[in-house]
């Protein structure tokens, strides 16, 4: 089972910056794709980013296309969110998720994710 741990949230006023980190344990080969996911308060989760582990492909939703990016480090199991210029709609809890292999469904869906994160706090004020 996969355990992910997310950290790097944080206040910032509007037009800052903040990188969030996600570190695994327990990962395997079937590991397939990591991913951000982030709630407002009454709202639906929504996909933010992922990252393909073989090849380092990304997927960006618009909302965030630009200002947000996704990285990783094979060595030291972590995915990375850069977070740029930042807005106040951009406030919310960010979830860190895993796909494997044997998951489906379309990237922006929480279901097609079956490993998440508890979660971290990402404030903007204006």
């Known amino acids: 089972q996969v355990q992910l741990v997310e950290s790097g949230g944080g206040l910032v006023q509007a037009g800052g910056s903040l990188r969030l980190s996600c570190a695994a344990s327990?990962?395997?080969?079937?590991?397939?794709?990591t991913g951000w996911f982030r709630q407002a308060p009454g709202t639906e989760r929504e996909f933010v980013a992922s990252?393909?582990?073989?090849?380092?492909?990304?997927y960006y939703a618009d909302s965030v296309k630009g200002r947000f990016t996704i990285s990783r480090d094979n060595a030291k199991n972590t995915v990375y969110l850069q977070m740029n210029s930042l807005k106040p709609d951009d406030t919310a809890v960010y979830y860190c998720?895993?796909?494997?292999?044997?998951?489906?469904?379309?990237?922006?869906?929480?279901?097609?994710?079956?490993?998440w994160g508890q979660g971290t706090q990402v404030t903007v004020s204006s």
């Open positions: 998720v895993d796909r494997t292999l044997t998951d489906s469904g379309s990237y922006y869906y929480p279901n097609s994710w079956s490993s």
């Open positions: 327990g990962r395997t080969f079937s590991t397939y794709a």
């Open positions: 990252i393909i582990w073989s090849g380092g492909y990304t």
